[in-house]
């Protein structure tokens, strides 16, 4: 079987920004920490406490209010301002880092979509060596019949479909952060995001389900999208914007009849 290479997406696409990665470990830290301190009075509700016991002590035993009664109460209220600040730094933290993150993310989305691109290349490379060495296997049937390494051949696959699931998901994450939502919906609902040259191509009917989202993407569908040679995830919103205005006339839609593009190519 052909090597394989990685492609699985890391737990934080955003991490290839550094500013990005060290802003949001700071503030995991940060979160971390605010999470630990121990509950703790306000200083007002420390200072109205030691009052509050002084004139209940007078009122049950008759106990007289200490002389010292504002020193006691001014000490409680000085006390309680430790806590009270660390927690009020920390709070103060946690929202300033998510601010500068939300910044940096409209700021830096390039990058970020330039390197699930070059997931999807590995991906898609890996598929071509697969179907090179094993055949257009795109059900787990076919697979036993044609023997153990094809079995093998084709649990790869379907993990790549999980891979390429994800970089899906992700990639719509990091577009909603700089881009119109309008244009968006637009896009996605035609393909634009996930196929090239619609225009010129219209997608067949059962792929275009899977874009609909009335379909799950499977071995089939990542089979066809790789040998289409216009599986992509563009790199920009701009990218993305000239592949859908490109799109002016997309032919008449396959409504079913040919035959399967997972199946037949």
Not at 231 to 239: F, G, L, N
Request: a negative charge; proline letters at 6%; hydrophobic letters at 45%.
């Amino acid at each position: 079987m052909a090597r394989t290479r990685k492609a699985t997406p890391p737990a934080n696409a955003w991490h290839v920004v550094p500013e990005i990665k060290q802003a949001e470990e700071a503030l995991a830290q940060t979160e971390t920490r605010l999470a630990s301190l121990p509950p703790a009075p306000s200083p007002e509700e420390a200072r109205r406490a030691v009052l509050e016991a002084a004139v209940a002590a007078l009122s049950s035993t008759g106990e007289p209010i200490p002389n010292d009664i504002g020193v006691r109460a001014a000490d409680a209220y000085t006390a309680a301002l430790v806590p009270a600040s660390e927690r009020e730094a920390l709070l103060t933290a946690v929202a300033s880092l998510k601010r500068r993150i939300a910044y940096l993310r409209t700021k830096h989305t390039e990058p970020v979509l330039a390197g699930l691109a070059q997931r999807l290349d590995a991906i898609t490379a890996e598929v071509r060596d697969i179907v090179a060495a094993h055949g257009r296997i795109v059900d787990g049937e076919a697979a036993i019949d044609a023997g153990p390494e094809a079995v093998t051949a084709f649990s790869r696959l379907r993990q790549l479909v999980y891979d390429v699931d994800a970089l899906r998901v992700t990639q719509r994450e990091i577009m909603r952060t700089s881009a119109d939502p309008a244009l968006l919906t637009t896009a996605y609902a035609a393909g634009h995001d996930q196929f090239t040259g619609l225009a010129q191509s219209p997608l067949p009917a059962d792929v275009r389900r899977v874009i609909a989202g009335t379909r799950r993407r499977n071995v089939a569908f990542l089979v066809y999208a790789t040998e289409s040679g216009r599986h992509w995830i563009p790199t920009s919103v701009d990218e993305l914007t000239a592949e859908a205005s490109g799109a002016i006339d997309i032919g008449r839609a396959d409504d079913g009849s040919a035959r399967s593009s997972f199946t037949n190519h």
